[in-house]
Antibody, heavy 123, light 106 residues
């Protein structure tokens, strides 16, 4: 069964850092680009970042550029999101998603989603 | 930045056809995907490349895309189709989602 399991969320103060993880199983992880998408409470979906199969291509939304860093470890079938300088507006459920593409910046569909991990930024 | 516009809500009677639109500049030149999200659940891909259905998605879900508007059509809408629906496209190597449409089946 194809599965994505996020972890690492929690309550953090503004300006602090947090690292999210996503464990993949049931498919050949290093064959696909992976992405992070977030959803603020009661709001819509917002794309955050994507990374190519070999980490050679990385893209970010303007809202997180310079603060967030996406990475992956294909040996561990894992995706990560390092979030620095967190702001209250970063409060959201963070999903990792598998695309049907190899390269992060190639248009494709998010065909598999995890269950999400909640990040709350508040003092 | 590129924007996708969806109606906030659409209502449909059971068994009827629901149409949810997604508008954007020259959207017909881009591939559009649609996601269904039920309360407390993760999004599910229901349409990709404008009109293709992933395995396991019922045939009543269909899509089209032309000009500035993409449309998700649900034929013979069932109560289980009540959910939020999001369109998605790519622009300049970034992903854009529409604001979402709440489909009510009543």
């Amino acid at each position: 069964e194809v599965q994505l399991v996020e972890s690492g969320g929690g309550l953090v103060q503004p300006g602090r850092s947090l690292r999210l993880s996503c464990a993949a199983s049931g498919f050949t992880f290093d064959d696909y680009a992976m992405h992070w998408v977030r959803q603020a409470p009661g709001k819509g979906l917002e794309w955050v970042s994507g990374i190519s199969w070999n980490s050679g291509g990385i893209v970010y939304a303007d809202s997180v550029k310079g603060r967030f860093t996406i990475s992956r470890d294909n040996a561990k079938n894992s995706l990560y999101l390092q979030m620095n300088s967190l702001r209250p507006e970063d409060t959201a459920l963070y999903y990792c998603a598998k695309t049907d593409q190899v390269v992060a910046a190639t248009p494709g569909a998010f065909e598999i989603w995890g269950q999400g991990t909640l990040v709350t930024v508040s003092s | 930045s590129y924007e996708l516009t969806q109606p906030p809500s659409v209502s449909v009677s059971p068994g009827q056809t629901a149409s949810i639109t997604c508008s954007g500049d020259k959207l017909g030149n881009k591939d559009v995907c649609w996601y269904q999200q039920k309360p407390g659940q993760s999004p599910v891909l229901v349409i990709y490349q404008d009109m293709k259905r992933p395995s396991g998605i019922p045939e009543r879900f269909s899509g089209s895309n032309s000009g500035n508007t993409a449309t998700l059509t649900i034929s013979g809408t069932q109560a289980m189709d009540e959910a939020d629906y999001y369109c998605q496209a790519w622009d300049s190597s970034t992903v854009v989602f529409g604001g979402g449409t709440k489909l009510t089946v009543l």
